[in-house]
Every structure is written in structure tokens, then in C-alpha cells.
């Protein structure tokens, strides 16, 4: 049987660091709520002069160098990060194949948010599993969301801990080890219109008086409306997700080692744990990086495995949700094949 596993992983986060005070200086919330109920420590802030392929690049050379490649020997390049990049209009991942030498390799873009990481893990392994002509993959996200925060409109609290940052890893057909197993992903279109950039698109072209309201930045349409629709299904999602997920993956959710989920505010990282029967002690938690679209699970993942965290024949579950609104789980198992 033919299993796809992941070769390596990197992270990237950019040198500025924001701190919890910081973030309440710029919004007018106490330190200690920004600190204890959005449950961020500080975040990174990319230099003004530091792009989504800047970041994708340096993530992506850290995985190619841990996994001992030469660029030439990977055959597809895919972006799943964040969906504001250098340009408007334009794909990054071509331009990370060409900045990293890819020259054999084909590009790809995964127009996907916060649900990056297992979105990217499903779709590479099902291309590796269906192609017999690829062998390797490099799956690169970057985020530099922080730019699009809006301090200023309350309706847009949960984007102040939006931070920067990039992660990659490489998979590999036949490799033995670190095994991509089963997916999952839920998505009700029907919050596909409450959380947007409001101006720039065909919708609302940009203009002399879209720059000066502001409309450019993050923001909710109607944040009360949200809310009382989305608390109810949020979490009962994301463990469907990660039900589905361990069933196709012949696993169920007691035999989860380790959670590397997105970053979320306390309480409801905490409810999400309890609900997923996971020890707290063996759930990430990004609280020194906040949210960085779909960065945060597979940056979570090279943490862990780095900390020792996660070892030989654990379960890694990665499991995350983006507005759209689409929940999405993956269950990686790490390791050697017989470990």
C-alpha cells in the first residue's frame, strides 16, 4: 500500500515581536484581557518591507534544508496561506518555486484562510497518492494579516490578535515515516459573506472614498449576527471534523496523542480540548504568536516535534476553521511505519 508521509517541517515568524501591551495600547483593551481572554501573549509583525513570498521563502528553504533536498527535486510548490498577499490578483507560489530554484517543479494555490493546514495536507497527499509521476511536494503559507487589523472598529475585536508568520513542510510518496492519514472538512456557505476585506473587489471597486472609510482592513458585517449564529455550530464542527477524520484515518478521537489546532481565545480553546477528550497538556497553544491564517497548525506541528512533544507512534490531529465558513481535520501518524 502506498502511504504519503512529511519529509519535514519549518516555521518563519518575523523579528518584531507585539506584545499584549502593545495590542491594548492600539485598541483600548486592558493588557490583561488582551492577555488572558484572547489569550495572546504578543504577536509578530512583519517589517514593512517583508511580504507573504518574503516569509514563504524562508519557511520554504528551512523545510527543503531539513529534509536534505536540492529544490530541483521537488515537483510541486503549494501556497495555502493567507489570501492578502504582495499583489492583489496575483498567485505567490510561482514566485516561491522561482525564488527557491523549484525550476522542475509546478506551482499551485489553495485559496483557503485559517483552514489551511489540513486543507494542504489532503490535497498534497491525494496528489501524491493519484500521481505516479510526483514524488515530492512542498506545501509553503505565510500570513501578514496584522496589516489588515482595524484597532479602531470594536465589531472587529477577534482580528486584534492577528499576527505574521510563515510555515512549510515537505511530503514525500513512499517516505516511511510521519504518515499523512485521513481528512475531513464541513462548510456552511452560509457565513461566506460576514467577514471580508469590504473594498478592492468587483463589488466594491476601490476608490478615493474606500481608502478614506477605511474599508481596505478586516471587518465583520454584522459581528451580533455572527455570533449568535456561529456559537452554536463552531465546536460541535470542529469535532465533527475530527471525528470523521480519525474514523477515516482508523483511528478514533481517544487515540489522538497531540492537538495542533489554529489559535483561538482561551475559553474556547479550552472548551474545544474538553470536547476533543485531549489533555490540555498535549493541545498547542500559539499565545506568544496569535492567529496567522492558515499558518498556525502545521507552525504548532514543527514546534512540538521539536520540543519533543510529539513523538514515534503518536496521533497528531490538525485541526482548524476559516471563515467561509469551512472546518477542516487531518490526522497525521508520527513516526516509522512500524514504530
Known amino acids: 500500500m502506498r502511504t504519503v508521509g512529511i519529509a519535514a ?8 515581536w507585539m506584545a499584549a501591551r502593545e495590542i491594548g495600547l492600539a485598541s483600548g483593551i486592558p493588557e490583561a484581557v488582551v492577555a488572558e481572554k484572547f489569550g495572546v501573549r504578543g504577536k509578530h509583525v512583519a517589517a514593512p518591507d517583508e511580504h507573504v513570498s518574503d516569509m514563504a521563502v524562508s519557511a520554504g528553504q528551512r523545510a527543503l534544508d531539513a529534509a536534505g533536498l ?22 505567490v507560489a510561482p514566485r516561491v518555486a522561482d525564488r527557491l530554484g523549484c525550476t522542475e517543479a509546478f506551482a499551485l494555490e489553495l485559496d483557503y484562510v485559517s483552514c489551511g493546514t489540513p486543507v494542504a495536507l489532503r ?5 501524491l497518492l ?30 486584534y490578535n492577528f499576527g505574521d508568520g510563515a510555515a512549510a513542510a515537505v511530503l514525500e510518496r513512499g517516505l516511511g515515516r510521519n504518515e499523512v492519514l485521513g481528512s475531513h472538512m464541513i462548510t456552511d456557505g452560509s457565513f461566506s459573506r460576514h467577514v471580508k476585506v469590504p473594498a478592492g473587489g468587483s463589488v466594491e471597486p476601490a476608490s478615493e472614498q474606500t481608502v478614506r472609510e477605511r474599508r481596505h482592513l478586516l471587518s465583520v458585517e454584522d459581528p451580533a449576527d455572527m455570533k449568535a449564529r456561529l456559537d452554536p455550530v463552531s465546536l460541535p464542527n470542529f469535532v465533527r471534523a475530527a471525528e470523521v477524520a480519525c474514523k477515516r484515518s482508523g483511528i478514533s478521537l481517544a487515540d489522538v496523542s497531540h492537538l495542533c489546532g489554529i489559535h483561538m481565545k482561551r475559553s474556547m480553546h479550552d472548551e474545544l480540548v474538553d470536547a476533543l477528550g485531549i489533555p490540555a497538556d498535549r493541545a498547542s497553544y500559539l499565545d506568544d504568536t496569535g492567529h496567522m491564517s492558515g499558518v498556525d497548525p502545521m507552525l504548532a506541528l514543527d514546534r512540538a516535534v521539536a520540543a519533543g512533544d510529539v513523538r514515534d507512534g503518536d496521533h497528531v490531529l490538525a485541526l482548524a476553521a476559516g471563515t467561509g465558513y469551512t472546518w477542516a481535520a487531518t490526522v497525521v501518524r508520527w513516526g516509522e511505519e512500524n514504530a
Open 9 to 16: 517541517t519549518a516555521h518563519y515568524l518575523p523579528e518584531r
Open 70 to 91: 536540492e529544490p530541483r527535486e521537488v515537483d510541486a510548490v503549494v501556497y495555502y496561506g493567507s489570501t492578502w498577499k504582495d499583489h492583489a490578483v496575483w498567485q
Open 123 to 127: 490535497v498534497a497527499r491525494d496528489m
Open 130 to 159: 493519484a500521481e505516479d509521476e510526483l514524488r515530492r511536494v512542498l506545501l509553503v503559507a505565510a500570513c501578514r494579516e496584522s496589516y489588515l487589523v482595524d484597532y479602531d472598529d470594536p465589531g472587529s475585536r477577534f482580528t
